[in-house]
């Protein structure tokens, strides 16, 4: 009989002490597995989260901080940029300025330097007028004196003629120049006596 038991028994059916044996030994695996492995697994899991978690809000923090120093940088150059323009505005103008003031320091430095040229002219025509004066008396009171006939030597009556004679071409060259005529006019020494 124990072929007969043997043949019916399943081959493929573990006997019943071993499959006991064995849920025992599972679940005293399944007990220490939840009491010791889990929890350790658990919080090497939640540590990670954490971890990550904080590493995410760092990076955010750092990316917001990033952000903030960015529009500070943007408003400290938009600032420095106007600063610049307003430098350069200022610049132009005390540049404007200046040309302004130095082209009216030139306007009177020339307008003097005019003034002093035409002071100089006018006293260097008068020297001339004088020494013309005297020169053209002698030669009129010589050729006076040659056309009359008598000696011209008294001075006063010399110098009288002289001047009758240099107003006459004064008053000649007044006239001509302010009416635009030419005209001629003989001086004939002793005529007014």
Request: charged share 25%; proline share 3%; hydrophobic share 45%.
């Amino acid at each position: 009989m124990n072929i007969l038991a043997a043949e019916s028994a399943n081959p493929l059916l573990p006997p019943l002490g071993e499959i006991i044996i064995g849920l025992i030994a599972f679940a005293i695996v399944l007990l220490v597995f939840f009491k010791l492995v889990a929890p350790r697994f658990e919080q090497v899991f939640r540590a990670r989260r954490e971890a990550i978690e904080g590493g995410i809000e760092r990076a955010e923090a750092m990316q917001a901080e990033a952000k903030a120093a960015l529009e500070q940088y943007r408003a400290q150059l938009a600032e420095a940029r106007t600063e610049a323009a307003q430098i350069r505005d200022q610049a132009r103008a005390e540049g404007q300025q200046i040309l302004e003031e130095l082209r009216a320091q030139a306007q009177q430095e020339s307008a003097r330097i005019v003034a002093r040229g035409e002071e100089q002219l006018a006293a260097n025509r008068q020297s001339v007028v004088n020494e013309l004066r005297g020169q053209i008396g002698a030669l009129a009171v010589d050729l006076a004196g040659r056309v009359v006939g008598e000696s011209l030597e008294d001075d006063a009556r010399r110098r009288g003629t002289v001047d009758r004679f240099i107003d006459q071409l004064d008053g000649m060259s007044a006239g001509s120049a302010t009416d635009g005529r030419t005209g001629s006019t003989v001086f004939v020494p002793g005529a007014d006596r």
